[in-house]
């Protein structure tokens, strides 16, 4: 069972393993390039967590955490544009202030059934924005679309550093993918 992350080091470390993860998946990814990616030898990242694989749970469990943190933000909301709005907000400054963990929750649309972990993470998803992907294929697209535009945008806004003039063009672009027109 993974401990619970201290606050600082903890946090920016899983957030940097998640987005290892995330791009290369666990086999791909290697206890070296995890250390090299937070600035630690392999002993000084193991000191932290005792394995690859206790990383990688605590990371996923992290992710996990966060989304349902949305989920129960937005589950009093009915179904519609206000709703998925709202989810959009929150997923993004999730994802403007923890990138890698989001990546990581993501991974389950771009590399699906590489984790058994993953099914929940989706399963998450659709619960958030209401939705059947199978008998709402259209919509689903277009959340997916939305999704991934928060994804890689958030991404960018990271690199460039300027977080509060990319979020409300970030949330326009998911919300317009969405099908939905600011008013």
Request: net charge negative.
């Amino acid at each position: 069972m993974p401990r619970q992350p201290r606050t600082g080091v903890d946090e920016k470390l899983l957030d940097a393993a998640a987005a290892l993860f995330a791009r290369h998946g666990f086999e791909q990814t290697s206890l070296k390039s995890l250390a090299d990616a937070v600035g630690l030898s392999k002993a000084g990242l193991l000191h932290h967590f005792p394995s690859k694989e206790a990383l990688f749970e605590a990371a996923w469990q992290q992710s996990h955490v966060l989304s349902r943190q949305v989920l129960e933000l937005v589950s009093p909301l009915p179904a519609g544009p206000a709703r998925e709005r709202r989810a959009l907000e929150l997923l993004t400054d999730v994802a403007l202030d923890r990138p890698g963990l989001v990546a990581l929750l993501f991974r389950s649309m771009t590399a699906p059934g590489e984790d058994s972990q993953q099914a929940q993470d989706e399963l998450l998803l659709n619960e958030m924005f209401v939705i059947d992907p199978e008998r709402e294929l259209p919509r689903a697209i277009r959340i997916v679309g939305a999704l991934t535009a928060m994804a890689v945008l958030t991404l960018l806004a990271n690199q460039e550093g300027d977080k509060t003039t990319w979020r409300p063009l970030i949330l326009a672009t998911c919300y317009d993918a969405l099908g939905h027109r600011e008013a």
